[in-house]
């Protein structure tokens, strides 16, 4: 078959188009035959070496997968050849703890850093890829492969942070800090879903009308105004029910916090530098303000968002599909800037 392959970390011209062996599966896994895989921003930090660098190269990239049951290797149950599917890319134990309470992601096995398929693991920019079968979430026919594979990474983890982190309910007021960012603008869709008012903050205004077709109601660029002053001033001086801060950084945490509502839940989704201070305008066991974390999406939170693509109340941002063979200039759009939403590479 045909891959993509990363011999070592740097930059985008080190993925290499190569005629390389067709896996086979292995007990209780299946051959798929990759539809269409993601490219995202996780995809930049582990090509660039910043992300794993410990991981052993040569690799075959790619985490968002969507594709079609090409083979069944033994034991591989509830599952069927034709199948179409959407792959979760961890490889949680199913054992421990958190996997018996139903919190995957914080799988202790996950903790060992060793099983993220596209990672630890050969991944999708390939014709076929080998993934366990419990690892399969089925696909309806209205829902594109090219949408399927933005689930795992971008769409699944955000369907999460709103329903399940941040608990958005009807009528609360929801700020998305990095709002017009790949993640940000499925954020908008889901916390709409949800029922939330969404103010979406960006950066720049060259996002703001992505940002209002994903349906956020209130757009500002926090170059233009201080992001405190201005949600109060939109939520009858309370505050927001929940802030998404996506950027995460030093300059950005102060005021998602200060922007909250009493009652209010940050929920933080991205790599905060280890070590940093929160600092809060009151107490926070007065105004009792959860902060929280949210890590990547489960098999559930997955199976939740083909659904909610399915009934068409996300639609997924895709603003460009290359062959996989041009992968390079995939990765290189995405790394100036060239890419609104997502861009995924199809087979
Ligand atoms: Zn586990």
């Given at each position: 078959m045909h891959a993509i392959v990363l011999r070592e970390f740097g930059p985008p011209e080190n993925l290499k188009w190569e005629e390389v062996p067709t896996p086979q599966p292995g007990a209780g896994e299946v051959l798929v035959r990759v539809g269409a895989v993601s490219i995202d921003l996780f995809q930049m930090v582990f090509r660039s070496g910043r992300g794993m660098p410990h991981v052993k190269l040569p690799r075959i990239m790619g985490n968002g997968i969507a594709g079609t049951i090409a083979e069944l290797?033994?034991?591989?149950?509830?599952?069927?050849?034709?199948?179409?599917?959407?792959?979760?890319?961890?490889l949680s134990c199913g054992n421990c703890r958190y996997c018996r309470a139903g919190r995957e992601t914080l799988c202790l096995y996950l903790n060992n850093h060793t099983a993220m398929i596209g990672a630890h693991l050969d991944g999708g920019y390939a014709e076929y890829v080998c993934v366990p079968a419990r690892n399969c979430v089925p696909l309806p026919a209205e829902v594109t492969f090219e949408q399927a594979c933005l689930i795992p990474n971008t769409i699944g983890p955000v369907v999460k942070a709103c329903s399940g982190r941040a608990g958005i309910h009807a009528g609360e007021n929801v700020l998305i800090i990095g709002a017009g960012g790949g993640m940000g603008l499925h954020a908008i869709q889901a916390a709409r879903a949800c029922g939330g008012r969404v103010i979406a903050a960006i950066r720049s205004n060259k996002t703001a009308a992505a940002a209002r077709e994903a349906g956020a109601d209130v757009v500002f660029s926090t170059q233009e105004h201080d992001t405190v002053q201005f949600v109060k001033g939109v939520t009858d001086g309370l505050g927001a029910d929940v802030v998404l801060d996506f950027v995460a950084q030093r300059d950005t945490l102060p005021p998602s916090i200060n922007a909250l509502a009493p009652g209010g839940r940050l929920v933080i989704m991205g790599y905060f530098p280890k070590g940093g201070v929160l600092e809060t305008p009151t107490w926070v066991f007065i105004e009792e303000i959860t902060v929280t974390g949210n890590r990547s999406a489960g098999r559930q939170d997955i199976a939740d968002t083909v659904a909610l693509i399915r009934q068409g109340r996300i639609k997924p941002v895709i603003s460009r599909v290359f062959p996989l063979k041009e992968a390079v200039a995939a990765h290189r759009a995405f790394e100036v800037g060239e890419i609104v939403g997502r861009a995924v590479l199809v087979c």
């Open positions: 290797g033994s034991n591989a149950d509830g599952v069927k050849t034709g199948e179409r599917v959407v792959i979760n890319n961890n």
